[in-house]
């Protein structure tokens, strides 16, 4: 076995791999950017080497540097992870030539899966069924318009050399081709370098159903079970399980085979992922095949009792498998929930900031986090916002579904914005109890997903207002004027000349409605009035745990407070409110329609009209690219554009105006 590996990767994958290895008794080099010089994973490895600015292509995307601390630091291989270097063919060889060992697939394997189009004449030598499209070589865009023509509509326009869910777009209709090619050109040129286009007919009610594929350099290939992960936002994973639900044992063999004979025809070996899309029919489809450990692979591991890191480094290490296809065994059913920072009130729209309270289930045999941050840490614009990947397991898929529930219950995260929320209507609606699967299932289900706003009830706003209190009502030493202990300008509970004692809560809550709540104290308590209605409370603060009494009810729950926010968790019930702060003015937010701004930090990648032109509703203004994703900001209503305050190239940061539209 190796005795010193570098992970050319960042974040939870790379903590991932230092613990398996570690266990194995492999020491562990990581690499770091700016951003990430307190990462998880740097203070997880033996040692670690900083190659570099933040931004991907100034560090994780920077080869010679890998190579250059992989020298340096005297490690024999390198493990990829997945993103960044996992499929770039130049690197695996560039490993080889320097005599380190790549811990992947051969580079050739790496090459024939790396361009859709030419996996997909491998697979068609392989007897591995296609959906019908075009994957050739003419890129002319009028030859791909008219194969577009002639495939027909809806329709799926990919990056022969993309992954992960970018550099594609769902094409509705002729008229919608040329601006989804130009978008997806420019998305794939960004994440790939190569933008390469091929064109599938898009299956309107597909799953998307994968298959483990692992492979040694002993001629021996075999299937570790399938996983379903159909249920995808922007065509990424939201939610993988495996087993694949309500599959037949000859579908499931079928498949298996079919995926064993897309390895072998490549010589593959190592780690690898056979995707299909599976009709409603029962005919299944070859989409393509990753040439690296999925993000999703804790699944396979939990009913298969494997850990596939320490597969990965036995075969790298030129050992055999270490089971047959007719020892793997099959146990239970597991899910898993990718933790992301984002609105899904949004569209999903990415969110960045500090992770200001971040508490986590308790692992077990029954619950998994796989993680590369803590309290504290920062998710920066400069990498996939996801924060965590919650894996759970149980006997049965419905004791599976109760168990992922109670487990997103107990994760509690304030700072930025999450799909938590998001993911408990998932795991909750009834269509997923019942299997009703495909890659459509979120926007099919929108109603039972997406909660219609509601108007903060006075229960929350005086909970919010009793942990603030609770939590401030300690001395505060630093705000004496003098050392008199009695004097009324050291008292922090409310005491006002000539009046009944009383606190002065400004909170504003997630739609937006400011409160101006006057708190009154009364010995140990606290007195609410509301629409002439009395409420007597009291309140009590242990470390991130309140404990409230309203009117005779108690109430128990987590909280975190910070001089800018207020946040409270209560059971899958989450409320957010943001602070105004004693004696400040606060901000003036203009929320014109006219002055469209930026939502996140991000780099212009196009601006198509200029100052005086003028525009419809729904028009393009700006195109901009934030992690790795394109996203447009458009016209809210007829007029004309007063002015244009930033070209492409630009960066610009969260709430920059962006364009200002006059009406016409």
């Known amino acids: 076995m190796f005795d010193k590996i570098l992970i050319a990767n960042r974040g939870e994958i790379a903590c991932r791999i230092i613990q398996t290895a570690q266990k194995m008794g492999v020491r562990c080099v990581a690499l770091y950017s700016d951003a990430d010089k307190d990462a998880l994973h740097v203070k997880m490895a033996d040692e670690a080497f900083h190659i570099g600015p933040s931004p991907s292509k100034d560090s994780y995307l920077r080869m010679d540097r890998i190579l250059e601390a992989a020298k340096e630091s005297g490690a024999q291989a390198i493990h990829p992870g997945y993103g960044f270097m996992s499929e770039n063919v130049d690197f695996a060889k560039a490993c080889l030539d320097n005599n380190i060992t790549f811990i992947g697939p051969p580079v050739e394997a790496i090459d024939a899966m790396g361009s859709k189009s030419a996996a997909k004449a491998i697979m068609t030598d392989a007897g591995v069924p296609l959906v019908p499209g075009y994957h050739g070589d003419n890129q002319d865009e009028a030859f791909l318009k008219e194969q577009s023509l002639a495939i027909g509509y809806p329709q799926l326009l990919k990056a022969a050399y993309g992954g992960g869910g970018k550099g594609m777009r769902v094409v509705e209709s002729a008229d919608e081709f040329d601006a989804a090619l130009a978008s997806t050109k420019r998305e794939a040129i960004a994440s790939f370098g190569n933008d390469k286009m091929l064109i599938e007919r898009y299956l309107t009610k597909p799953r998307h159903v994968e298959i483990q594929v692992f492979a040694d350099n002993h001629s021996n290939c075999i299937y570790l079970s399938e996983r379903d992960c159909s249920i995808q936002r922007r065509h990424q994973k939201v939610i993988e399980e495996a087993p694949a639900p309500n599959l037949s044992e000859e579908t499931r063999v079928a498949m298996g085979e079919a995926a064993v004979a897309a390895a072998k025809a490549i010589n593959y070996q190592g780690a690898g992922t056979v995707e299909f899309l599976f009709d409603e029919d029962g005919s299944f489809y070859f989409m393509e095949m990753n040439t690296r450990l999925q993000v999703e692979h804790p699944v396979t591991e939990m009913i298969t009792g494997l850990d596939l890191v320490g597969w990965q480094l036995k075969v790298a290490n030129n050992e055999k498998l270490p089971l047959e296809q007719s020892q793997v065994t099959v146990d239970g059913h597991a899910i898993e929930v990718r933790i992301y920072a984002e609105d899904p009130d949004n569209e999903f729209l990415p969110a960045t900031g500090q992770l200001n309270y971040l508490r986590q289930p308790e692992p077990s045999n029954h619950v998994r986090v796989d993680t590369g941050v803590i309290q504290g840490d920062e998710v920066s614009s400069f990498y996939d916002p996801m924060i965590a990947k919650l894996i759970v397991w149980d006997e049965t898929r419905d004791r599976a579904i109760a168990r992922m529930n109670r487990a997103l219950d107990d994760y509690r995260i304030s700072g930025l914005k999450t799909n938590l929320g998001f993911l408990t209507n998932l795991v909750n609606a009834q269509p997923f109890k019942d299997v ?65 004692a009383s606190h002065l809560v400004e909170l504003t809550d997630e739609n937006d409605n400011s409160h101006s709540v006057r708190v009154g104290v009364e010995g140990n308590g606290y007195v609410f009035n509301f629409d002439g209605e009395r409420f007597d409370a009291t309140a009590s603060v242990n470390g991130d745990h309140l404990v409230a009494t309203i009117n005779g009810h108690k109430t128990s729950l987590l909280f975190d407070v910070t001089s ?99 009406e016409g």
Request: proline content about 4%; hydrophobic content about 40%; overall charge negative.
């Open 436 to 500: 009703e699967l495909d890659t459509g299932f979120i926007e099919k289900h929108d109603a039972l997903l997406f909660s219609d706003k509601t108007e903060t009830c006075y229960k929350s706003l005086m909970l919010a207002c009793l942990a603030t209190l609770a939590k401030e009502d300690a001395p505060i030493e630093p705000h004496r004027t003098n050392n008199d202990p009695f004097s009324p300008w050291n008292i922090n509970n409310g005491w006002r000349l000539n009046e009944q």
């Open 564 to 662: 800018e926010q207020v946040t409270l968790f209560i059971k899958q019930d989450v409320h957010h409110f943001t602070r105004k702060s004693d004696g400040s003015a606060g901000f003036d937010v203009d929320e014109s329609e006219d002055k469209l701004t930026a939502p996140m930090n991000g780099t212009i990648v196009e601006v198509p009209v200029t100052a005086g032109q003028s525009v419809k509703e729904g028009d393009v203004l700006v195109i901009m690219e934030a992690m790795k994703m394109e996203y447009s900001i458009t016209a809210t209503h007829d007029g004309v554009v007063s002015e244009v305050f930033f070209a492409a190239g630009d960066m610009v940061k969260d709430g920059d105006q962006l364009v200002e539209l006059s």
